[in-house]
């Protein structure tokens, strides 16, 4: 098994050991002198690229090519050509140029661009991002080569979410650099920042989600009643994984191997049917084409095994949803982790100062971080139903806080807590490393050993929007400290003032303590820390003068482009309330109500034959359950009436008031609809609710 991975893994992606096979030496180091410097890329060069890339997907079976992006939808976005060229003799030749390399054009009109384009001015770009590799994928059309590109509008605006991801890495990079120069790193030429998304979801049989409008049209359950059995046994978590989904999981890693995505943990998550696959890290750019790959491929490979994946934050209420723990780093290029502390972290200046420059950033900024996890999915879990907390706050364990608490009260850290040894008592079990500190589950951006993870993200959301802001707003603090050191007469000393100041005034992000509990957010109410707990409540931090100082600043977002994207924001929300809204008025008008009638009536009729049959009987249970029926029915109809009728409304306003609207009015009455319905599950018989219930989908796959 092991010989084969080797040989399967990235075999479908034209990657650095295919480029070595098959370009000309010249060209190939020029191709990587653009990738890893940012040098302009000369068009012959591009040429000799694309003759290469098409044969070697020809040789594979590729007929087509496409501009794989990924627009402001959430998801990706393509359009295929073929290979074939027409000649003189009525024939074809297979080309491919490297200006069809390049630059794609397709219909930019019906991509959300939050008014950076009117209907009518169809015209969009897709350009080739040099630093993600191309790849093969096989489905029923055949295979395609498929290039990742960004796409930009007619008049040059991002329409898309790797545009500003590619600026904010360059930004990051730049800072980061003038930094370490000054430390005397002048080998540093550049930073990167590493990714690795954990991806949870959901698996269920394919034939029941089909018989639930809810899944199909929102990708959530808005109906349904809690199972007699949920998580509380906690039995799912690493449990033995059952036959059925062994076999996906083993397809899904195959594939994803096959097209170098580094698929490294899997396992049962917490809820039942819930699961999570995480890879080995990468640059963030690659991470994010990586899992939007995951994500389409965990879809195809669940159907071929008569299941369905869900990626929506919280597709069953009561037990726990689905996340997306971005694990975020910095790196050199000569392979330095900014984010090490070594094992004496009280001396490592170095590590002090990049950390206390993601504190700065995270304190200043954490409006914006909270935006970059939002979407309407996600307000189930985020200050509502389930942790983490919508309040933002930094964990950094006890070694960490030790150092911090050291530099605050004295001005010098002189000691570092170790771990030691770690001894559980018995024989058999041999002495092993302990870590210097615990973890915390419970925070919402946790200092986990040499990285963060930002662990606030959506199942169904793309990592791009999260490491955008992420890179931005530390980019941006060490651009403040590059400018002030820099004027420094004497570096150490600067260095190591600027370090205590910036502890010292961004102390109050820091909480080691339990993130889910009721006290932490009366503490962090007094701390000043914010409390965003929806995504409309979010939004207007996009449109900030101090959003678009920060943004603009550092060329990631153009003032348009930011307001462009609070209207898309709005436009996203409105738009998935209403679809919810208007699936539950179609289930509960024609499913649930005529079911309970049907119910209703039979059990009158039932209640009439046995007085007709026995006056005497005593038909107490029948009536109170008919009683109970019939007043839930009626609460069930006055709550469709009324939800409609907000839908209805809704359907009038525009941007923000509408988004607002949808989720204080609309949302809420959704809650009431679903109440008095869910009730009736659990007192009309099995075989008369139409659809399957939570006991079904979670427990039967």
């Given at each position: 098994?092991?010989?084969?991975?080797?040989?399967?893994?990235?075999?479908?992606?034209?990657?650095?050991?295919?480029?070595?096979?098959?370009?000309?030496?010249?060209?190939?180091?020029?191709?990587?002198?653009?990738?890893?410097?940012?040098?302009?890329?000369?068009?012959?060069?591009?040429?000799?690229?694309?003759?290469?890339?098409?044969?070697?997907?020809?040789?594979?079976?590729?007929?087509?090519?496409?501009?794989?992006?990924?627009?402001?939808?959430?998801?990706?976005?393509?359009?295929?050509?073929?290979?074939?060229?027409?000649?003189?003799?009525?024939?074809?030749?297979?080309?491919?140029?490297?200006?069809?390399?390049?630059?794609?054009?397709?219909?930019?009109?019906?991509?959300?661009?939050?008014?950076?384009?009117?209907?009518?001015?169809?015209?969009?770009?897709?350009?080739?991002?040099?630093?993600?590799?191309?790849?093969?994928?096989?489905?029923?059309?055949?295979?395609?080569?498929?290039?990742?590109?960004?796409?930009?509008?007619?008049?040059?605006?991002?329409?898309?979410?790797?545009?500003?991801?590619?600026?904010?890495?360059?930004?990051?990079?730049?800072?980061?650099?003038?930094?370490?120069?000054?430390?005397?790193?002048?080998?540093?030429?550049?930073?990167?920042?590493?990714?690795?998304?954990?991806?949870?979801?959901?698996?269920?049989?394919?034939?029941?989600?089909?018989?639930?409008?809810?899944?199909?049209?929102?990708?959530?359950?808005?109906?349904?009643?809690?199972?007699?059995?949920?998580?509380?046994?906690?039995?799912?978590?690493?449990?033995?994984?059952?036959?059925?989904?062994?076999?996906?999981?083993?397809?899904?890693?195959?594939?994803?191997?096959?097209?170098?995505?580094l698929a490294k943990t899997q396992h049962n998550e917490v809820a039942p049917a819930q699961h999570e696959i995480a890879p080995i890290f990468t640059t963030a750019n690659i991470a994010t084409d990586h899992n939007q790959l995951l994500m389409e491929i965990m879809k195809k490979v669940a159907s071929r095994h008569g299941l369905t994946c869900l990626l929506h934050e919280k597709p069953f209420a009561g037990v726990n949803g689905s996340g997306k723990h971005n694990n975020w780093s910095m790196v050199t290029n000569t392979g330095k982790n900014l984010l090490d502390p070594g094992k004496t972290p009280h001396e490592n200046v170095q590590f002090l100062l990049f950390l206390a420059a993601v504190l700065k950033a995270v304190d200043d900024n954490a409006d914006l971080l909270r935006l970059s996890a939002s979407n309407p999915g996600n307000d189930h879990r985020l200050g509502a139903n389930e942790a983490p907390p919508a309040i933002i706050s930094v964990f950094l364990g006890e070694q960490l806080a030790d150092v911090l608490t050291q530099l605050i009260e004295t001005g010098e850290a002189k000691t570092s807590k170790q771990g030691g040894k770690m001894n559980v008592g018995a024989h058999a079990i041999p002495e092993f490393g302990k870590d210097a500190t615990d973890r915390n589950r419970t925070s919402p951006f946790a200092f986990t050993g040499n990285k963060f993870e930002f662990r606030m993200l959506g199942s169904s959301m793309s990592i791009a929007g999260a490491n955008t802001?992420?890179?931005?707003?530390?980019?941006?603090?060490?651009?403040?400290?590059?400018?002030?050191?820099?004027?420094?007469?004497?570096?150490?000393?600067?260095?190591?003032?600027?370090?205590?100041?910036?502890?010292?005034?961004?102390?109050?992000?820091?909480?080691?303590?339990?993130?889910?509990?009721?006290?932490?957010?009366?503490?962090?109410?007094?701390?000043?820390?914010?409390?965003?707990?929806?995504?409309?409540?979010?939004?207007?931090?996009?449109?900030?003068?101090?959003?678009?100082?920060?943004?603009?600043?550092?060329?990631?977002?153009?003032?348009?482009?930011?307001?462009?994207?609070?209207?898309?924001?709005?436009?996203?929300?409105?738009?998935?309330?209403?679809?919810?809204?208007?699936?539950?008025?179609?289930?509960?008008?024609?499913?649930?109500?005529?079911?309970?009638?049907?119910?209703?009536?039979?059990?009158?009729?039932?209640?009439?034959?046995?007085?007709?049959?026995?006056?005497?009987?005593?038909?107490?249970?029948?009536?109170?359950?008919?009683?109970?029926?019939?007043?839930?029915?009626?609460?069930?109809?006055?709550?469709?009436?009324?939800?409609?009728?907000?839908?209805?409304?809704?359907?009038?306003?525009?941007?923000?008031?509408?988004?607002?609207?949808?989720?204080?009015?609309?949302?809420?009455?959704?809650?009431?609809?679903?109440?008095?319905?869910?009730?009736?599950?659990?007192?009309?018989?099995?075989?008369?609710?139409?659809?399957?219930?939570?006991?079904?989908?979670?427990?039967?796959?």
């Open positions: 098994m092991v010989e084969k991975l080797t040989e399967i893994f990235g075999k479908d992606v034209f990657n650095e050991a295919t480029m070595v096979e098959r370009l000309p030496k010249k060209i190939y180091v020029a191709l990587k002198k653009t990738i890893e410097n940012g040098t302009s890329l000369d068009p012959a060069v591009a040429e000799v690229v694309a003759n290469a890339m098409k044969d070697w997907a020809i040789e594979r079976g590729a007929t087509h090519y496409t501009h794989w992006f990924q627009p402001m939808t959430g998801i990706t976005a393509e359009k295929h050509d073929s290979f074939i060229a027409p000649t003189v003799d009525g024939k074809i030749i297979m080309e491919f140029s490297g200006k069809e390399l390049i630059k794609g054009e397709p219909d930019a009109s019906s991509f959300p661009s939050g008014g950076l384009r009117a209907t009518f001015e169809a015209r969009g770009y897709t350009a080739w991002d040099i630093t993600s590799p191309a790849f093969l994928r096989e489905d029923a059309s055949g295979v395609t080569l498929c290039i990742p590109t960004a796409f930009c509008s007619y008049t040059g605006e991002a329409l898309d979410k790797k545009t500003p991801l590619l600026r904010s890495m360059e930004a990051l990079s730049k800072e980061a650099t003038r930094v370490l120069n000054l430390f005397g790193h002048n080998d540093v030429t550049s930073v990167s920042c590493s990714v690795g998304p954990e991806q949870e979801y959901f698996l269920i049989d394919r034939n029941k989600y089909l018989q639930r409008e809810d899944l199909i049209f929102s990708g959530r359950t808005l109906f349904g009643a809690m199972p007699p059995k949920g998580q509380e046994l906690e039995d799912h978590y690493f449990g033995s994984l059952k036959e059925r989904i062994a076999a996906f999981m083993k397809e899904l890693n195959e594939e994803c191997w096959k097209l170098g995505i802001v992420l890179n931005a707003i530390v980019a941006d603090v060490l651009g403040q400290i590059a400018d002030e050191l820099e004027k420094a007469d004497n570096f150490e000393l600067a260095v190591h003032d600027l370090i205590k100041k910036t502890v010292t005034e961004h102390q109050k992000i820091v909480f080691n303590g339990n993130g889910y509990s009721d006290e932490w957010v009366v503490e962090a109410e007094k701390r000043g820390l914010p409390n965003i707990k929806s995504m409309v409540e979010a939004v207007p931090a996009l449109v900030s003068e101090k959003a678009i100082t920060l943004f603009t600043k550092h060329n990631v977002f153009s003032e348009v482009e930011l307001h462009s994207r609070a209207e898309i924001e709005y436009e996203a929300y409105s738009k998935t309330i209403n679809i919810e809204a208007k699936t539950m008025i179609q289930m509960a008008s024609k499913k649930f109500i005529p079911a309970v009638i049907k119910y209703a009536t039979s059990l009158a009729a039932s209640i009439n034959s046995v007085k007709s049959a026995c006056p005497d009987a005593i038909v107490s249970v029948q009536e109170d359950l008919l009683k109970e029926t019939s007043a839930l029915l009626a609460q069930s109809q006055a709550a469709l009436k009324k939800l409609t009728a907000y839908v209805d409304e809704a359907a009038d306003k525009e941007g923000s008031e509408q988004a607002l609207f949808f989720r204080t009015v609309v949302f809420p009455a959704m809650a009431e609809l679903r109440t008095p319905i869910d009730a009736l599950e659990l007192l009309v018989e099995k075989e008369v609710w139409p659809v399957p219930t939570y006991g079904d989908l979670l427990f039967e796959v």
